[in-house]
């Protein structure tokens, strides 16, 4: 061989020694991220989703690439939106945002891995055979967020002049509407205490709800738990503080914001153990052998400047037991 065609053939078996390398190295594995909500609201909550991942070695864009899909508080476009992860194949599904999110995935799929967090038993919803013993391809974070409304029926009596009639909020797109409702009215029941509700899908409908308690004056309000309204927390907290209402929620974010008292488990710490399991299943554990994780503890925050406003005393045994107070 002539030694010109010799440097040929080196060069050109050179140029194929990259693409062979690439060809064997493993595909990077993609999560399929699903939420009712919008990016920018919950933007903290997915950094403690990352944040787990991280804890399983997991880092988006080096090891593990994510394909987001936002609903954008439109419950209806969810099964569309798991439906085209499902087409995507990715490795594990996540469903975050409350039970639509995941109601949504378990219909799109019963072989792709979906870890979640939700609202209300996912025994009870159909999504597990067992808390320790999930069953099937669901397990993820169960925060009890509905099962804690009776508690803060408690909590916000504690705050008001005995016989203020409470105005309970909830979105009746949300599946725990229902369930949650029933168990309010049971608990008003017991205690003696006039209740009523309300329904809000949309900011205008939001708006409406104020007004009229604007106009009624001297009515509390319960805002059940719901994605939509958490990513509407701003918009509660003006409308409560220009029409004096005062109002509990199921999760500190509304406090912070400046709303008066919050009472649930932590958010963050519910997404971030979703992204823990997420990683685990790409190492190769299975949802089935993954239990349901349920929260350790409840936090209670209080916003003293906002009571302050509303003319409300926070009584010493309350404060006592908040895990966080703003003055």
Not at 30 to 39: A, D, E, F, T
Not at 130 to 144: A, C, D, E, I
Not at 167 to 177: E, H
């Amino acid at each position: 061989m002539r030694r010109r065609d010799f440097i040929k053939v080196i060069a050109g078996s050179a140029a194929t020694w990259p693409l062979a390398a690439r060809a064997q190295q493993p595909a990077m594995p993609v999560i399929g991220y699903l939420h009712s909500g919008s990016p920018s609201p919950y933007a903290h909550l997915v950094a403690a989703f990352r944040a787990g991942l991280n804890e399983r070695g997991y880092r988006e864009g080096q090891n593990v690439r994510i394909e987001y899909r936002w609903a954008a508080g439109r419950y209806e476009q969810l099964p569309a939106l798991a439906a085209d992860l499902v087409v995507l194949r990715v490795a594990v599904l996540v469903a975050q945002g409350g039970d639509p999110p995941v109601l949504a995935a378990h219909s799109a799929t019963t072989t792709i891995p979906i870890v979640f967090t939700s609202s209300s038993d996912p025994v009870k919803l159909g999504l597990v055979s067992g808390l320790n013993r999930p069953g099937g391809n669901v397990t993820g974070f169960w925060g009890y967020t509905s099962l804690l409304g009776t508690k803060r029926l408690e909590l916000i009596r504690q705050l008001i002049p005995a016989g203020t009639p409470i105005v309970i909020l909830v979105n009746p797109d949300n599946p725990n509407a229902q369930i949650d409702t029933t168990d309010l009215q049971e608990a008003a029941r017991i205690a003696g205490q006039t209740i009523s509700f309300v329904k809000a899908t949309t900011e205008a409908e939001i708006n409406a709800v104020f007004a009229a308690l604007g106009d009624q004056r001297g009515s509390a309000l319960l805002v059940n738990t719901d994605p939509f309204f958490l990513a509407q927390r701003d918009q509660f907290v003006s409308l409560a503080a220009h029409n004096a209402v005062p109002a509990i929620y199921a999760q500190r974010e509304f406090v912070t914001a400046g709303g008066l008292i919050s009472y649930g488990a932590s958010l963050a710490d519910g997404y971030r153990e979703v992204g823990a399991y997420a990683g685990r299943i790409l190492k190769g554990e299975t949802p089935a052998d993954l239990p349901i994780i349920q929260p350790t503890k409840f936090e209670m925050a209080i916003n003293l400047k906002t009571a302050k406003a509303l003319g409300l005393t926070i009584p010493p045994t309350l404060l006592a037991r908040a895990d966080e107070v703003i003055e």
